[in-house]
């Protein structure tokens, strides 16, 4: 079974509701989470993306707009949701447990990119109170908390960004740098109460590319106890088409584990097939349905069961149970 830290269904469902649709996940998703032997994943809420990716009609720049944009979608992530009972939203590690006993997938809530509260870091509360347990301060542009990977990559975070990131640690709420720039990721590590998480990103070293991490920063995520999840998003993989594969991002498992140790490698697909044409993952990784793929090249490479089940979904589950604060 896989826990997937990076999920952007969120987007789907919150386009398919206000189109006037219900029940988008069991009716979209359901079968093909359950085909690739997902038992658990976090749900990305994600208000920062291109005007035209959303909705035309709004100023999607100002903070205001893009905060009722991220009320629409915590809003309609709760109502399907609750449409559909073979996910379960939690909280905790303890409650992800008990769905995982009841037969039940479950779901996490996160932040990708904070946008929405401008420079006021008490809204890192709003985010925590809407049931979001992680969060990045970015997407990959710049808002009034940190520069994001499409940002200049020396720029560190505001006193705000550093605000946030302190308060993110006195609520046990897990922060994810997978978008952050360079600069902001080195202020993070300086300032981060417990374990650092880049849920979405994959190795420099094999795809030169600002969304993927340095050797010294798979070190650093080490350090502080945190993991990094393999994403399959076909760009990040290989700057070769022919080599955007789920072997190759294997090979990507296999470099951090050299450098970080496999106890540091986890899983978050960051798959967005249902965006349309230019969001594929990688071949034999074009969906959720096809997540076995990663692991049938993994056993290839040499890891073991045990190795195979970390990565699979115990060592960010591993992070995610603590401390493993009660829902509020």
Excluded at 36 to 55: C, K, N, Q, Y
Excluded at 183 to 202: C, R, T, Y
Excluded at 245 to 252: K, N, V, W, Y
């Amino acid at each position: 079974m896989v826990f997937d830290a990076h999920s952007d269904l969120l987007y789907d469902v919150t386009r398919r509701r206000l189109l006037g649709e219900r029940r988008v996940l069991e009716h979209h998703h359901l079968d093909r989470l359950r085909r690739g032997g997902v038992e658990g994943l976090v749900l990305a809420v994600w208000a920062s993306g291109p005007r035209e990716t959303f909705w035309k009609d709004t100023a999607w720049k100002d903070p205001a707009s893009n905060l009722g944009r991220t009320h629409q979608i915590f809003a309609c992530a709760r109502a399907d949701l609750a449409e559909c009972p073979q996910i379960r939203p939690v909280h905790t590690a303890a409650e992800a447990e008990a769905a995982r006993a009841a037969g039940q997938i479950y779901a996490f809530l996160a932040v990708e990119g904070m946008a929405a509260i401008g420079g006021n870091p008490a809204g890192v509360d709003w985010y925590y109170g809407q049931g979001a347990r992680l969060g990045m301060l970015t997407w990959n542009g710049t808002n009034a908390l940190a520069a994001g990977a499409g940002g200049d990559p020396q720029a560190g975070l505001t006193e705000a960004g550093r605000r946030a990131v302190r308060r993110m640690g006195e609520l046990g709420m897990v922060v994810d740098v997978s978008h952050l720039n360079d600069g902001g990721f080195w202020d993070v590590m300086d300032l981060a109460a417990g374990p650092v998480i880049a849920s979405h990103s994959n190795c420099r070293a094999l795809c030169d590319v600002r969304r993927n991490l340095s050797d010294d920063q798979l070190r650093r995520i080490r350090d502080t106890g945190g993991v990094v999840g393999l994403n399959a998003f076909h760009g990040f993989v290989h700057a070769e088409p022919r080599q955007q594969t789920a072997r190759t991002l294997a090979l990507h498992a296999v470099h951090m584990a050299e450098v970080m140790g496999v106890e540091h490698v986890g899983c978050g697909f960051d798959f967005c097939e249902f965006m349309g044409p230019g969001n594929e993952g990688a071949e034999g990784l074009e969906s959720a349905a096809h997540i076995r793929n990663l692991f049938y090249w993994l056993e290839k490479l040499g890891m073991n069961r045990q190795e195979l089940e970390m990565v699979a979904r115990g060592n960010f589950l591993r992070v995610l149970a603590g401390p493993d604060l009660p829902p509020q």
